[in-house]
């Protein structure tokens, strides 16, 4: 149970599969208390810039959706948070 609990852990925390298999040795025992090694760290790393960089392009993309909206309907859209 530990095993499937971590790999979730894992899953939402913004890894893939592929990330995973790196942990799978200490998969069966406490994750977060158990030290970080360089190659995890790294991973995490590399997956927080990819996620940075989608989130900025998303933020980008609703922005300009916001700014033609209100222009279009002559500001009588209100911004949406």
Known sequence: MARVRNIRHLLTAGLILEDVRVFLPCLDGDVAAAPPSDRGLRIAQERLTVLNRRIAAQTEARDRLETASRQAAGGR?????
């Open 77 to 81: 859209v209100r911004p949406s948070k």
